[in-house]
Every structure is written in C-alpha cells, then in structure tokens.
C-alpha cells in the first residue's frame, strides 16, 4: 500500500471548508477508501485545549505566542495522527493548516514570514500536500457567514481583509499546488463535485 494523500481545505471563514472536508471525507468512504479527517488547531487531545486557548475572544495573546501555539497544536496532530496515517496508506483530510497560519499571522499579525515558515516547517516535520483547495469568499461575506463569534471572528475588518488578501496572495505564490474555489451560495453540490474531479485525477494518477 503507497501513501495516502494530505489534503487541505483552505480560506477565510465562512467559505465551506468544515462542510466540504465532511463530504469529501464521505466520498472517501463510497470509494472503500481508508480516511481520517482533521482539524487545526485541534485534533487531538492537547490540540483541543491550545484550540480553546486561541478562540477565547477573553484572552489577549501575543503575536508571538499565537504563532506558537498554532504551532504546538500542529506538530501534536502530525505526529499523532497526520504521519502515522499517511505512512499507513491512509488518506487525510484537513480543515485548515499551514497556509492559515501565514495568512493569519504573517499577513493579518505582521509576524515575519520567515519566522512563521520556519515555525510551519518544524510543526510539520516537512510533510507537503498533495492538494490544497482554497474556497475563496470575501471578509465581508465570510464574517456574516460564520456561525461561531470566536477571538478572530471579533477583530476587526481591516484585519480580516489583510487576511484574505494574504490567502489571495499566498494563492497566487502557490498556484501550482493550490486550487482555488471560489464559494457560490446554494450551490455546494457544485463545489464538491469540482473538488471531487481534482480528487480523483491524483487518485489516479
């Protein structure tokens, strides 16, 4: 059995990416294929309590540590399930990852790219994906969508819009290996099936 495919369901909030790793994870499954699905921060058991600590919208957090604690939350769900699963021939689907983080705190917290990639490749232990998709909704539109008032739903829209123009940006960097999608309301049958079609061409390739 070869290795299963890392693959990461980016962008800003509100654009489907809980909903669309959900399907995906379903098609996995119709397909009799092995697949686990996770999210960042979170995941595991310490990934969970460092999530609560970073969405508390009544702690103040440095930049800095912020940073950090993405990164402590990531490189325990590597470890502890990303690597093994993927080592495994086990396929695995994430809401979220690396390119959050740039997009959030390089672009949104002004900590250097620098320092946010090396932290992003510690946590990682140098695992690549294989596909990314990055669903594409405006700051505007993304914070109305999100169902749940978090700390970094409550900052403000000049943060949220250097956010998603860092995703923007970081797309067009990425443009070999990301695949952007852009959200179309009512039409989340459109969107897996695209997904899906992308799926399947590295499934078969």
Do not use: W
Not at 149 to 161: A, L, T
């Amino acid at each position: 059995m070869g290795r299963g495919l890392y693959i990461i369901l980016e962008g800003f909030e509100g654009g489907g990416k809980t909903t669309h790793s959900r399907l995906l994870k379903g098609y996995f499954n119709q397909k009799g294929l092995p697949c686990v699905s996770v999210r960042e921060p979170g995941g595991t058991r310490v990934g969970e309590q460092i999530r609560r600590i970073l969405l508390d919208r009544d702690t103040e957090i440095n930049p800095r540590t912020e940073l950090y604690l993405f990164g402590a939350a990531r490189a325990q769900i590597f470890s502890e399930i990303v690597i093994p699963s993927l080592e495994e021939g086990i396929h695995v689907i994430s809401d979220r990852g690396y390119i959050s983080t740039e997009a959030y705190q390089h672009y949104g917290r002004g900590v250097a790219m620098g320092v946010v990639k090396g932290m992003n490749q510690a946590a990682t232990f140098g695992t690549k994906p294989d596909l990314v998709f990055m669903l594409g909704v405006s700051a505007e539109k993304g914070v109305q969508m999100a169902t749940v008032k978090n700390r970094f739903e409550g900052e403000s829209s000049e943060f949220h819009q250097k956010v998603v123009e860092g995703y923007t940006k970081i797309a067009k960097r990425d443009r070999n290996i990301i695949t952007t999608i852009n959200y179309r309301e009512g039409d989340i049958e459109g969107m897996q099936q695209e997904i899906r079609g992308h799926v399947d061409q590295k499934l078969a390739a």
